[in-house]
């Protein structure tokens, strides 16, 4: 088996830090992330500077990325406009994304949940040749309405299989193994972004592969969370996923040092421990 793990540290990861960092430094995480292997790396996001200020400058962070043969640099978007700033750059795969329920919709892109579905729709008309993948976020549980009912989830991912690649995003970390399992069965879809809020974000990622996917989401050194949702901590580590990939026979094409090495990096840039296992414990075996 060979799954495809997408580091969403430049963009996902960043958004709810404290400070803004510069679009060099940016652009210099996406660069070393590039270097260890990874296939995919979600760089930037095209939203509104005052709704998410660490995302600022997304057009000069992708002017200063080098670009790798054989990455996949991809960027997020809400709306058309989101769409247009996205087409003018370049980048190689474009990532919509709407929540399943109407309260997180309204919150964080200011629609309804059926606008936000069209809204989607309507991207993915003018992407045309462009790859192109549709995440569900909230598809297991919301802050504001709770448990989410996994029939309107499916009837979501149904609304765009065949047209895009569909990844469902369990946002607040609320989800268990078996619930993942079963909604990505029920779905067919192909890929999982996964939070570890309540440490359960590891298994979860097992448990969709188990049930077919093969896109996982992740964000060096677990950083990460969402602005607007309360109490939203980090994403799955891409170096601990590596890591239980790797052990457990399943390949990603990703060097777990030089990973390590970027997890190290970005402890450094942001001044603080981050919340990943691997970058500080070392891999097992030692290296030699």
């Known amino acids: 088996m060979q799954v495809t ?87 190689d795969r474009v990532d919509v994304t709407f929540a399943a329920t109407e309260t997180f919709n309204r919150r964080n892109g200011n629609a309804s949940l059926e606008e936000a579905v069209l809204r989607a729709e309507a991207i993915l008309a003018a992407a045309r040749e462009t790859p192109a993948t549709v995440t569900i976020s909230t598809a297991f549980g919301d ?32 989800a268990t193994p078996s619930q993942v399992r079963a909604l990505v069965e029920r779905t067919g879809v192909d890929g999982f972004h996964g939070h570890n809020t309540r440490n359960t974000g590891y298994a979860n990622c097992l448990a969709a592969l188990d049930a077919g996917a093969r896109v996982l989401d992740a964000s060096v050194g677990g950083t990460g969370g969402c602005p607007f949702s309360p109490r939203a901590t980090g994403n799955v580590a891409t ?34 421990p981050l919340e990943g296992q691997v970058y500080r414990a070392g891999a097992w075996p030692p290296a030699g």
Request: glycine share 12%; aromatic share 6%; charged share 30%.
């Open 143 to 174: 802050p504001f309405e709770g448990r989410v009912d996994p029939g309107v989830v499916a009837d979501l991912a149904a609304r765009f299989s065949g047209r895009a690649e569909v990844v469902l995003a369990d946002t607040i970390g609320v």
């Open 239 to 272: 170096e601990d996923l590596v890591f239980l990939l790797e052990s457990e026979g399943i390949e990603t094409g990703v060097d777990l040092d030089a990973l390590t090495a970027v997890a190290e990096w970005l402890e450094g840039v942001l001044g603080r």
């Open 5 to 91: 793990v997408c580091d969403v540290g430049p963009r996902d990861g960043l958004q709810n830090e404290p400070d803004r960092l510069a679009p060099e430094t940016r652009a210099e995480l996406v660069d070393r992330l590039a270097g260890t292997g990874l296939r995919r790396i979600e760089a930037v996001s095209f939203v509104r500077d005052d709704r998410v200020p660490q995302m600022a400058g997304a057009e000069e962070v992708v002017e200063r990325i080098h670009r790798r043969p054989g990455v996949e640099y991809a960027g997020l978007v809400l709306n058309e406009k989101g769409w247009e700033r996205f087409a003018a750059t370049g980048l």
